[in-house]
């Protein structure tokens, strides 16, 4: 886009993310970006029709199809546990789970849902997507167990029997780090400097400092910062990709660089004089 003209952020219409989304929203009206909040999908297909500059995006998608994303380094939305995400075994652990019945929407919760039964309860169910599902329609599928995401009526808190597993716990059980649901990207060669600013500021503004480790698993804030130890799950993340075959390599992120910092030679003949 030209210099000046308004930009627009898309971000997913979890709960989680409406105290971030003002922020960017209160700050973007006064540098010309437009904070919109869509479903992941919506986010995901608008980045890719050029309909917005710069969207949230699982961060599955990035590593599985990273040559077409530049991410901004700055922020990202983290958590050690997750607040809508569960995977329901109806029959507990000791019935069989052999199919799990998710929603096609959450392709990325459903891969971190996989490799968690397999590598905690020794689980290699067959999952049955659904699209666009309502939690009835999850539940009323008759398979022995549920991948519950997201919120409104996909909400986990209802009645059910059997064992509720939290998949962001799971994760943080399985790595030792948060797990990091989505990147803010823009198109390949496309980041923009207004954006850039504007996300460092807002996740340094919602930082707080993470609880000790004995805290860690009581603790379902979102995380905002794209920190040393998101770095740390992505990068485990992206290996997980290449182990059960989804890329051919391990996938490295391609992040932006501001457009407005000079580039690096320059920086060192600075420092240097």
Known sequence: MESGSRLRIALWDDPDLDEFAARLAEDGAIVAVDVVRQSRGDCLVGLSAGLCDAAMVPSVSVLSDSESYEVYPSAAYSSWKSA?????????????????ACDA?????????????????????????????????LMG??????????????DASGPHEGVVLDLGQEWFEHTNYPMVWGLFAARSGEADARIFRLLAAAADDMHCDDPSIEELVDDASPRFRLDDLATAS????????????????????????????????????????
């Open 84 to 100: 809508g995400t569960r995977i329901i075994l109806r029959h507990g652990f000791t019935g069989a789970t052999a199919t799990v």
């Open 141 to 154: 599928q008759g398979a022995d167990a549920v991948l519950i995401s997201g919120a409104g009526d996909l």
């Open 234 to 273: 992505l990068t485990e993340l992206a290996e997980q990709l290449f182990y059960y075959h989804v890329t051919e390599d391990v996938a490295d992120i391609r992040f932006a660089r501001d457009p407005d910092a000079p580039p690096d030679d320059v920086a060192a003949d600075e420092e240097d004089s």
């Open 105 to 137: 929407r959450f392709g990325q919760e459903a891969f971190m849902a996989r490799i968690v039964l397999r590598e905690h309860y020794s689980l290699e169910p067959a999952f049955v997507p659904l699209d666009s599902p309502s939690r009835d329609a």
